[in-house]
């Protein structure tokens, strides 16, 4: 034993030395662990840095016994990446064989992350395991069955970029907040084995920022109206609203301290950079009368002024003192008077002169010029950094594609000269930017074209190649894996690439997605859909099952195929179970018949592919097929023009599908809302509070998911659905029933309405539009063929997927297509003022009797869903387990809705 340094030296050496035979014995059962604890293991040749961090991870995820396969080593001097090879037993070696069951997998790495990585790169490609979001599966860790394969010659993956990065601004609040230490730790150890080693630390802020402010003379009474309630805090930390969901409460403000304090402490173990928050110019509504003479103006501190710059230090210091040392700091934004990072201010920093020279965009928003930028640029760096002078600034370049892709009406020249002036102010490789929605076609900031007078479009700043295909943490399956593929090969490429990323603004959705992309730094050969059949395996733990990998193989031609739609915001996902008739659906842009097909045999190898992961892969591609196929084809169905007994059974009939929608989710516990809001109230049971913020943190959880921003975060669970959801359907119906014939004419013929217009999604103009005046019946029939068409304007001839308000139009005429009608306001001296009481009034008019004899539909559903969100929690109506069995389930309704 002393001559042995490592494990991988016992186990290459020892069927090399006949008189060993014993010991070779006595090492059989013999884990690293117990190895470690006698010593054995001690003095690691060359000094190297320790495993143990990964070897912790292994065990946390696989337990002892599959971690103990494993003999890791570090050598900083290779190239970033690893070896991976596999060594037989010494008792298979003493026998001459190589047996399956009994090999050590060596994996030797330039570091942690690599390590990590290289782990589950065997485990995922060689043994049929899959690592996943904690509400997506989970991981699928089961040993092969006929134990664990050799690897048939040494592998060498070097990484293409540097950097593996993690988390949108807006995650931590759409899918986070609730998150004790033990599910963090579970996060960072699937961060660890993804090769993950930038993330953005968001965590506890709050605490460090009430301290800076105290010190400035802003007490708490004022940043209780500045903070957002938990699941809001991404807002009030940049974005500029103020005290949305609050006032938050001190014990989660020290609760959240402390536990980033451990987070950042872990993430250092495993040799990741954490990302900290810096301070961006957002500050409280009082300001202007606490300091009278600073340049603050609605929420916004400019970045020349010297308060900047005090309250920046200070929160710089903060950070570093409670939570670092860290090297990488994040802000965003354009760092002028009233205008946040992501243009959510702009009433003064309009410019009639920016307007009249690069046409209206975007309000008239004004850019600073190039020698604004550099100034900024230094004076905010210099803040910044002042606690870790060489950290590198992390910018999410959310606001540079904000103005860019408008047009090249939309500023886009002073655009480049303020980046070109920004990024001037800072030395290079200190500036990394997040291309924070390089997976949208045509949105790519390192795809934007070079200019003649400012050179490359980001200049001097490096980029990382990030994917967000979700907004607000809506329920998604789909993207086009063989574009993420190709786009991000085609980025590490440049010289500007410098990392991979994922900038969703929730998580729990569409895995494969999302870890296509962590994977394309180490995929050189694969194609998407041979990658995918790889990822299937890994979901079902075996890749011998025909019907599975047939399974995967047509997700890849329907939700995953080449040319998918991108998920975009903001008025996106509207999944059937989760609209009212009327409102706008999303329709599937794949053949739903193959999506059917994949279902199936998703069934059939269900026995074979017994595990979470392939699961709820399974109701997850069942969800998609009832919303997408059987729910949109009842609701085309539903005439509201129909009387009351027709009317009623065309909904009822719709509601059934909701009903089936909700049973398939609730059988996995990643749909389960109840679930979601048991964990959120558990929040109470650690902040310190004694459970007496159990309520509060539902609350903030219950508006979230339904009305926050319009319905920006609509969740497909179950229990939102059947509670939420269906009865919005129930009051749509009633309303829909006593105000049915007031205007309309009769069903099968388009309803004019003479002046007036619809506030709308645009489908477009009709084609006739570009040479010749659109006749009435020329419009009608584009409409008719586009089931998206709800009506249109003539003259204009612009076709229209929704409407939301109907207004006054002097010069139009708006027609709806059978089946439609608008909402119930048809007078602007109505919208927002009509009670159940009184006919309401307008800019001091009395309305007279144009109220409607009941409360509008708008307002009916507002108070219901006010009423909804105060509920409290019972887990007899909104179950926290999983119940009913998945496979019995969808084949039910495979068989229902043929």
Not at 257 to 279: A, C, S, T, W, Y
Not at 368 to 380: L, Q
Not at 488 to 516: C, H, K, Q
Not at 593 to 605: D, K, P
Request: glycine share 8%; hydrophobic share 40%; proline share 7%.
């Amino acid at each position: 034993p002393s001559l042995v340094h490592s494990e991988s030296h016992v186990m290459g050496r020892c069927a090399n030395y006949l008189c060993l035979g014993a010991w070779a014995v006595c090492l059989v059962g013999t884990t690293r662990a117990d190895l470690a604890s006698s010593g054995v293991l001690d003095g690691v040749a060359g000094g190297a840095p320790s495993t143990d961090p990964v070897a912790n991870v292994l065990t946390r995820v696989l337990g002892a016994e599959t971690a103990s396969i494993f003999d890791l080593s570090l050598d900083p001097t290779m190239p970033q990446g690893f070896t991976l090879s596999t060594i037989p037993s010494p008792l298979a070696m003493l026998a001459g064989t190589s047996n399956r069951s009994e090999v050590t997998v060596k994996v030797t790495a330039s570091g942690l992350p690599e390590l990590a990585y290289g782990c589950a790169y065997y485990l995922r490609t060689y043994a049929s395991m899959s690592f996943a979001w904690e509400r997506t599966g989970g991981n699928q860790v089961a040993p092969p069955p006929n134990g664990f394969p050799p690897v048939p010659k040494p592998v060498t993956v070097a990484k293409t970029v540097k950097w593996s990065y993690y988390q949108n601004v807006c995650t931590q609040s759409y899918s986070m907040w609730w998150w004790d230490w033990p599910r963090w730790e579970r996060e960072i150890d699937w961060m660890a084995l993804w090769g993950i080693n930038l993330v953005l630390a968001y965590t506890g802020q709050e605490e460090v920022f009430r301290q800076v402010y105290n010190s400035i003379g802003v007490n708490d009474s004022i940043l209780n109206q500045t903070f957002d309630g938990p699941a809001f805090l991404t807002w009030s930390r940049g974005q500029g609203t103020f005290g949305v969901g609050g006032p938050l409460p001190n014990y989660w403000m020290t609760s959240q301290h402390d536990l980033q304090v451990k987070i950042m402490n872990r993430l250092r173990e495993l040799g990741m950079q954490g990302i900290l928050p810096g301070f961006q110019g957002n500050v409280p509504k009082a300001m202007p009368e606490l300091f009278p003479d600073a340049n603050t103006s609605n929420g916004w501190l400019d970045g020349l002024d010297p308060l900047f710059d005090k309250i920046g230090r200070g929160v710089a210091a903060g950070m570093q003192a409670d939570f670092g040392p860290a090297t990488f700091v994040e802000a965003d934004g354009w760092f002028s008077l009233e205008t946040g990072p992501w243009l959510s201010s702009q009433s003064a920093a309009r410019d009639p002169a920016a307007d009249s020279a690069e046409g209206s965009c975007l309000g008239g928003f004004k850019i600073p010029s190039e020698d604004e930028a550099r100034t900024r640029g230094e004076k905010i760096r210099t803040s910044l950094t002042s606690a870790a002078p060489d950290a590198v600034w992390v910018y999410q370049g959310y606001p540079w594609f904000r103005v860019y892709s408008q047009g090249a009406s939309c500023n886009q020249t002073a655009l480049r000269y303020f980046i070109k002036g920004f990024t001037d102010a800072i030395p290079k490789d200190k500036l990394l930017v997040l291309d924070l929605i390089a997976d949208s076609p045509g949105n790519a900031l390192w795809r934007y074209p070079p200019s003649p007078d400012t050179g490359p479009f980001t200049r001097n700043a490096s980029l990382i190649w990030c994917a967000l295909n979700n907004w607000g943490g809506a329920v998604h399956l789909g993207g086009d894996l063989t574009f993420v593929l190709n786009e991000t090969r085609a980025a590490m490429a440049t010289d500007a690439v410098v990392g991979v990323g994922l900038t969703p603004e929730g998580i729990d959705n569409s895995p494969a997605y999302f870890s296509l992309v962590l994977d394309a730094p180490w995929t050189a050969a694969p194609t998407a859909e041979d990658w995918l059949l790889e990822w299937g395996a890994g979901r079902c733990g075996r890749s011998d099952v025909a019907a599975a990998n047939q399974a995967y193989s047509l997700l890849f031609e329907t939700v995953y195929r080449p040319g998918q739609k991108y998920l975009w915001c903001c008025s996106n996902p509207h999944f059937c179970p989760t609209v009212t008739p009327g409102e706008g659906v999303d329709r599937p842009g794949y053949n739903i018949s193959m999506l059917r097909q994949a279902l199936e045999l998703m069934v059939i190898a269900a026995p074979s592919c017994n595990t979470s992961a392939f699961l709820f892969d399974l109701v997850d591609v069942a969800r998609e097929w009832l919303s997408m196929g059987p729910c949109l084809t009842v609701r085309d169905k539903v005439d509201p023009h129909a009387d009351p007994s027709n009317l009623t059974a065309q909904v009822t009939e719709l509601l059934d599908v909701f009903a089936d929608v909700d049973r398939m989710m609730a059988t996995d516990s990643g749909f389960l809302f109840g679930r979601w809001l048991q964990q959120s109230r558990a929040v109470s049971d650690w902040d310190g509070s004694g459970g007496t913020l159990a309520d509060f943190y539902e609350w903030n959880s219950r508006v979230q998911v339904s009305t926050w921003a319009g319905g920006y975060s609509r969740r497909e669970w179950s229990g939102v659905v059947s509670t939420y959801y269906a009865e919005r359907v129930n009051i749509w119906l009633n309303y829909t029933i006593a105000t049915n014939g007031a205007s309309n004419d009769a069903a099968g013929t388009y309803t004019a309405y003479p002046n007036m217009d619809c506030n709308f999604d645009d489908l477009g103009r009709a084609k006739c539009a570009d040479s010749h005046a659109c006749t009435l019946a020329e419009v009608e029939a584009e409409c008719d063929s586009m089931p998206a068409c709800i009506g249109f304007n003539l003259p204009g001839a612009y076709l229209k997927k929704a409407c939301n308000d109907f207004k006054a139009a002097s010069s139009s005429t708006f027609y709806f297509k059978p089946g439609h009608s608008p909402p119930p306001q048809r007078s602007s001296c109505l919208y927002g003022y009509c009670t159940p009481t009184t006919n309401g009034t307008h800019n001091g008019l009395d309305c007279g009797g144009q109220c409607p004899a009941m409360t509008p539909l708008p307002q009916q559903l507002a108070q219901f869903a006010a009423k909804w969100q105060n509920t409290t929690w019972n887990e007899s109506q909104l179950p926290a387990t999983p119940s009913g069995d998945p496979v019995a389930i969808a084949k039910e309704l495979l068989a229902k809705y043929t």
